[in-house]
């Protein structure tokens, strides 16, 4: 199994587990499957008792698990999709299913609907989600939405309020500066350094009524857009209320490095189905709300979307085998009672409503959310076109630069259009 530094697995105890899931018995299976999937070390442990309680449950079938961080997840797959030996079933995310169905590497699984695979207890907006050209790709683990991760108990601590949905940019800004000062750390500031962070992008965008993409796969928004989100965080970060560019790079996207995992700030931009994740990293309790909207009024930019979906590789030797996998993740109960809301609220309707009464403080507070976001949201958007990802890593490596003083906001604007407008124009 593969791992890197980053990864969530480099506990000796979780790397035993992985490897004990496809020994015992491994020349009497009738039928190997591999799995993988990106995320934390909670979704690993979990996944793990999964998938022994499918192998309980269905003598012959071994699954070998696999698991990255999210930034070495996509090379890793990418890699092995060009090798034609990607897993049979594989974690998908809706930026990226577009790009993957498209090039033939996702099975379809409509020949399986009701015939292995139950969607029965899918709303036909978490079934749209998963599919590409009307073909189904993929099955929603789950439902989130963006989110503001704050450190409740140290900001109640320096006796400042919380961010609340209600807030402008601006405010939320201004209470970073007030956390930073407050808290009076060398080297600890109130905000992370969101001008990198694509998600959060979009959403100030489809706010002023914009989009990060088009429906035709081009740039949503210009130069002057892009000026004024890098130009913001960057005054913030002059103004020390964002990490400086330095701690900034700490950051690898991943939540073991999340600068409020190590201690950095108080606030980061996330999605809210990481709330456990990152609650079982930080002693101080956390808590969660919407990203600054401006009041009453104002444009909800943020959407509910699959937090993850499950697919089936394209040519996977054993794909009745590997679709019945998937089901048992989306459409079984004591899956779900294992799997809780660590990947989301669950899609299925009967799920969701066995899940919910076992839900500890954590679990609620990641269903209320999705409840209450839920008539705060608007629809959701077309997948990214391919080569998003790249420009993802373009913003990232812009806003580092303008932070460390190589670049001025207005050429950094200038060459991230620039840049990603030949990343779409190559497809």
Known sequence: MAQTRRSMLKAGAAVAAFGALGAPGFAQSETRLRMFWWGSRERAERTDKTNRLYQDKNPGVTIT????????????????????????????????????????ALLPLDPFVGKGLDLTDFSAAAIDSGKVDRK??????????????????????????????DMTWAQVGELALEITKAAKRPGFYGLFDGGRYEPALEVWLRQRGKALYTDEGKLGFDVSDIGEWLGFWHDLRKRGAIASAEVAALDMGELDTSLLTVGKTAMVCAHSNQLVGFQALVKSKLG???????????????????????????????????VKLVDFYVANREAGMILGVERGVPASASVRKAVEPTLDELGNAMASYVAFVSDKVSDLPAPPPQGAGEIQTVLRRVNEQIGFGRLSVADGAKQFIAEANAVLARG
């Not at 401006?294 to 794909?319: D, E, F, I, N």
């Open 65 to 104: 698990g696999e698991t990255l961080g999210w930034a070495d997840y996509w090379p890793r797959l990418a890699t092995q999709t060009a090798g034609r030996n990607a897993p049979d079933v594989i974690q998908m995310d809706y930026r990226y299913i577009y790009e993957y169905a498209r090039r033939g």
């Open 136 to 165: 189904i790709f993929g099955v929603s683990l789950g439902l989130n939405s963006t989110a503001m991760m704050f450190d409740q108990g140290l900001i109640g601590s320096l006796g400042l309020k919380t961010p609340t949905h």
């Open 288 to 322: 969660m709300t919407m990203y600054p909207s401006g009041g009453t009024g104002a444009k909800y930019g943020q959407y509910l979307k699959p937090s993850m979906l499950l697919s089936v590789y394209a040519r996977t030797r054993h794909p009745e085998a590997a």
